[in-house]
């Protein structure tokens, strides 16, 4: 079966249940990190789907005293374990993506915006389950959505409310 999703040649968003059912496994991801080594993972979750139905799951982790973001970490992995990002392919995260306009997190991170690395990848829809209050940049290159599924979305916020400092 080939989901509606890879077979558009635009920036829809298609299929949100499958997707949602994604952002449940991520959210189960950030606990397990969080049980395991709270120091060393974070609280977002984020994933590569490509058109072939690869995945790859990943949470931030933190890495030489800086926050290597959950999306970093999925489209590192992804281009280890399959190469690159193909076109078509959609990230989907626990937290939408952070851009270059809050400096206080960038000094926290590792490397660019998650923003600016999705910009520069294949990858031209990105679905969360929650919008970040604190990020209002608009050089996104590619259809952000968040779920519309509410317990999904409480989920990610209470995840994202830990550490947020403008909620």
Not at 75 to 102: F, M, R, W
Not at 124 to 141: F, I, L, N, T, W
């Amino acid at each position: 079966m080939k989901l509606r999703e890879f077979t558009e040649k635009d920036y829809k968003i298609h299929d949100r249940p499958h997707l949602d059912r994604y952002l449940v496994k991520l959210c189960d991801l950030v606990i397990q990190g969080q049980q395991h080594d709270a120091e060393q993972y974070g609280m977002v979750a984020a994933c590569v789907l490509d058109p072939s139905h690869n995945v790859v799951l990943r949470t931030s982790s933190k890495v030489d005293h800086h926050w290597r973001h959950a999306e970093r970490n999925a489209i590192d992995a992804y281009k280890q374990e399959h190469g690159d990002v193909p076109a078509g392919s959609i990230i989907i995260t626990t937290l939408s993506p952070c851009n270059e306009k809050d400096s206080a997190m960038a000094k926290e991170r590792y490397g660019e915006s998650c923003t600016n690395l999705i910009n520069h990848s294949n990858v031209r829809k990105v679905y969360c389950g929650y919008m970040d209050p604190s990020q209002h940049d608009a050089h996104a290159e590619y259809t952000l959505e968040v779920t519309s599924d509410k317990n999904i979305r409480g989920l990610c916020k209470k995840l994202a409310d830990t550490f947020l400092k403008n909620n």
